[in-house]
């Protein structure tokens, strides 16, 4: 097994204390930290998603992979954030109400600050209340929200709403994603941009700015 088998291997079965020391491996070994993460981590949490989909794991095997997965990020984060330059823009960040995924949007948002951006993470089952409440006293460049469940997907609508009848709306551009969200609903929902994964999201939160 190759050093980001063995990461992979390790987040799909929970291993929150062998992963960090699987990531040190594969780091010391030349391997790239976006590798590590996307084709590591990731795929890790990928394949225990497949295996809850087809009811071939429950909810504590996800939560021990989500653990393992963060036990392994927290040691990518230095490599993938370390920038001394002045912030490119001030970005608020947060996943919707009822929604308690966070993996993505910390992707998104270590991904994001190690592009040069000022990150403020409003954490998870963040209210559109709160977003708001955010925008207005932050004054961001861009609010950023993830949704993961399709039945709170509609809760990045309803935060557009109150950013609109706030009088908040025209300030700011809004950057939408996800895995259930896609372009078509971003636009529908009258969000400003899409991004499928972290990568894209620092494209296109630049091309926003
Ligand atoms: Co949940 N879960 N989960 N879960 N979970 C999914 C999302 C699901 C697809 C699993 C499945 O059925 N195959 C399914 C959703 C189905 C749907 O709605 N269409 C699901 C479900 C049903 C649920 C519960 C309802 C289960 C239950 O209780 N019966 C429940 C809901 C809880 C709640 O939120 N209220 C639940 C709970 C959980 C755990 C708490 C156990 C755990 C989360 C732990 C945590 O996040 N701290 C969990 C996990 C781990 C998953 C899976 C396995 C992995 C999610 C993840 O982290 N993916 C997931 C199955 C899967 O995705 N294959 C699943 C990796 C992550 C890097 O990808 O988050 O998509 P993702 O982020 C990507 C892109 O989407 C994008 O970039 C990221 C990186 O490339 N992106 C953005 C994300 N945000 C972005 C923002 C942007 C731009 C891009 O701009 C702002």
Known sequence: MNELQAIATGVERGKNLEVPEAVKTALNNGIAPYDVLIDGLQAGLLAIGERFKK???????LLLAARAMKAGMEILRPLLVETGAKPIAKVV???VK???HDIGKNMVGMMLE???FQIIDLGVNVSEEKFAETVKNEKPSILAMSALLSTTAPNLSTTIEILKQTGLRDNIKVLVGGAPITADYAMEIGADGYAPDAAYAID??????
Not at 204 to 209: E, I, P, R, Y
Request: aromatic share 4%; proline share 5%; net charge negative.
């Open 98 to 100: 009822d929604d308690l």
């Open 114 to 116: 190690g592009a040069g």
């Open 93 to 95: 960040l947060g996943t």
């Open 55 to 61: 009811n071939q794991c429950f909810i504590p095997e």
């Open 204 to 209: 296109k939160t630049k091309a926003l700015l």
